[in-house]
């Protein structure tokens, strides 16, 4: 500060104290001004967030009300799309089965009994009909490159039959998914279903959905679970026809594969199951 400026001694020292010249005789003022350095604000604005951040139980409950209302969105997103897929499922069921009807009258009334021909004469004359017809040779591969490697992988089989655990692998068949699964009725109440053989197209909790081939037309199938025995094989290897063989009671299997797949069977009586063995 300038200490020839009379400013602040005329006007301000003199009517505060008696003798002016004090603060200056005291060195109370330096020729230097000091500067300090600063943050820039930064700690000014850790101070904001942090009083921000601080939990109190406004933002508990603003916070749960946020995650309850995601959670509330996900099961309506979920019972959505779930529910559409089953209408889209049920709908391509009905049609395949109306238009398997109307393959079985055209072959009647045009006495067509080669199951090449009756596709030649459909693919001709009705061509929307051909479209939506299902095809038992589209689904092999979800049988044969998806289905049995995946159940592979999950035994953990290989072509050395040593190392496999039996136990384990029908704790394993219990909870897996049998959709692209081979399946073959064995027994059954319903004896029109014995010997039937097919692709899941989709395992529900009472019935497997199947695509069976046909001698004229191939068909979608609702086998009944209940009163059923299903039999498959899981191949060991490509180089011989050496397989495994295993059998599904199908009054014990009325789950879903979603429900299977986190459900722990126990033993349990068998008095239901005599139906099977005196058959």
Known sequence: MDRTQTF????????????????????????TLLLLPTDGGLTSRLQRQQRKSKL????LQKVSQLESADKQLEKRDYQRI????????????????????????????NKITDKEDL???IEEKHP?????????????????????NYIKELLNITKNLKT?????????LSM????????????????????????????????????VKGNIIDEIKCIPKKGTVFQFEI???????????YSILGDRFKYRSVDRAGRKFKSRRCDDMLYYVQN
Not at 86 to 107: F, G
Not at 165 to 172: D, E, M, R, T, V
Not at 235 to 245: E, K, N, Q, T, W
């Open 82 to 109: 779930n529910k559409n897929s089953k209408i889209a499922l049920r709908e391509y069921i009905n049609n395949c089965k109306k238009n398997t009807k109307k393959c079985l009258k055209l072959a009647y009334e």
């Open 56 to 59: 109190n139980l406004d933002n």
């Open 176 to 211: 897996a998914d049998y959709n692209g699964a081979l399946l073959r009725v064995t027994k059954s109440k319903n004896k029109t279903l014995i010997g039937l053989q097919g692709i899941v197209i989709w395992d529900s909790q009472k019935f497997f959905i199947m695509i």
């Open 164 to 172: 496999f655990n039996g136990s384990l692998a029908l704790l394993k």
């Open 119 to 121: 596709l030649h004469y």
């Open 235 to 245: 191949p060991i290897s490509d180089d011989d026809d050496s397989a495994l063989r």
């Open 8 to 31: 602040i001694k005329d006007c301000l020292f003199t009517k505060c104290l008696e003798d002016p010249e004090k603060p200056f005789n005291e060195n109370r003022f330096q020729d």
């Open 128 to 148: 929307t009909i051909y479209e939506s017809l299902p095809q038992y040779v589209d689904f092999v591969p979800m049988y044969k490159e998806l289905w049995i």
